[in-house]
C-alpha cells in the first residue's frame, strides 16, 4: 500500500480517522536530526522519541536512568527534521508517576522546549490522575500498556506479559480507564496477540502495537532493531530491514584499511 504523503501534518484526529478507516498506523523511534529525517520522509506516520534512547543511544541496560533533560534534548534533534510526522516523547522514569503536578510539570517542560506534538507515559489505573492533570493543559498524552519497561525491577524480565488471566483482565480494565482519561492512542507491548486484538476492537481510540501481533490498530519498531544496528537484540516481533551494524563495520574496516594503506585522501579528495 502507498503512503499518503499529501497529508500535511499528522495529527491525533489522522490517527483517529486512519482507525475508523481501518488504514494501519506506522509508528518508528528516532532520536536525532539524522535518522529522524530519514524517518519523516520514509513517510512514518508518528516519530516515537522513545526512552529506549537510553538503551539505543546511552547504553544503559535499562531505560530508568535517562533524564528529563536528555528526552528533550533528543526531542530537539528530531522536531528539527521533521516535516509531516507527530513527533511524540516519552516521559522519562521518574518524572510522572506518584504526582501529577510533576506530571503536568515535565510534560510542560517537554512541549515548550522541544516543540513536539504529544507526551506517552506508561502504566494503568495507577497513572490516571497524571494523565488527567496533563490533559488539562491540552497535551494530547498516548498510554502504554502490557510490557512496561520502566517497571523492570517490578516483572524482573522482558518477557510476554498478560499471559495469565489476572493480568490480561487488569490489561482490559487499564484500556478502558485511559481512553475514558482521554489518551488518544495506545501502545501494547508485548502480549498475547489474541489479547491485543481483543483490547484494539474494544476501544474506539487507536492501539499501536510492539510484539503484541497484527491485530492492533499500528505498529511501532525501535529504529535501531529494524536497520539492524542493534548488534545482539533480535527478539522475535523485530524485523530486520538491513543488517546496517554489519555494513557500517566493514565500512569502517575499509576507512581503516584505506588511511594506513595511504589510499585515502587521493588527489581528487583534496584541494
Ligand atoms: O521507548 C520506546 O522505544 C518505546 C517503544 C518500545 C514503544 O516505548
Redesign the pocket.
Known amino acids: 500500500m502507498s503512503v499518503n504523503k499529501e497529508i500535511k501534518r499528522i495529527t491525533t484526529q489522522t490517527l483517529q480517522s486512519m482507525k475508523q478507516k481501518g488504514e494501519k498506523i506506522s509508528m518508528l523511534?528516532a532520536y536525532d536530526y539524522s535518522m529522524a529525517r530519514i524517518v519523516d520522509e520514509g513517510g512514518v506516520d508518528v516519530i516515537?522519541v522513545?526512552?529506549?534512547a537510553s538503551n539505543v543511544m546511552a547504553g544503559h541496560e535499562t531505560?530508568l536512568p535517562i533524564t528529563l533533560d536528555q528526552m528533550i534534548y533528543h526531542a530537539q534533534s528530531v522536531i528539527r527534521a521533521v516535516k509531516r510526522s507527530m513527533v511524540v516523547v516519552?516521559l522519562p522514569f521518574g518524572t510522572y508517576q506518584g504526582n501529577s503536578e510533576l506530571a503536568l510539570k515535565s510534560s510542560i517542560r517537554i512541549m515548550k522546549e522541544s516543540g513536539a506534538h504529544a507526551v506517552?507515559l506508561e502504566g494503568g489505573s495507577e497513572v490516571v490522575e497524571s494523565i488527567s492533570r496533563i490533559l488539562t493543559a491540552g497535551i494530547p498524552v498516548m498510554g502504554?500498556l502490557g510490557l512496561t519497561?520502566q517497571s523492570i525491577y517490578k516483572f524482573g524480565t522482558y518477557n510476554v506479559r498478560a499471559k495469565e488471566e489476572a493480568e490480561a483482565q487488569k490489561l482490559r480494565t487499564d484500556a478502558l480507564l485511559l481512553q475514558e482519561a482521554g489518551c488518544f492512542a495506545l501502545?501494547l507491548?508485548k502480549i498475547p496477540a489474541h489479547l491485543a486484538t481483543e483490547v484494539s476492537k474494544s476501544l474506539f481510540i487507536p492501539t499501536i502495537g510492539?510484539g503484541a501481533g497484527g491485530g492492533t490498530d499500528g505498529q511501532?519498531l525501535?529504529i535501531h532493531d529494524m536497520v539492524g544496528l542493534s548488534k545482539d537484540f533480535q527478539p522475535r516481533f523485530v524485523r530486520r530491514y538491513l543488517e546496517t551494524y554489519e555494513m557500517m563495520k566493514v565500512a569502517v574496516e575499509n576507512y581503516v584499511k584505506d588511511v594506513k594503506g595511504l589510499d585515502f585522501p587521493s588527489d581528487k579528495e583534496q584541494y
Open positions: 523511534t516515537l522513545g526512552d529506549s531505560t516519552d506517552k502504554h519497561p501502545v507491548e510492539i511501532v525501535v
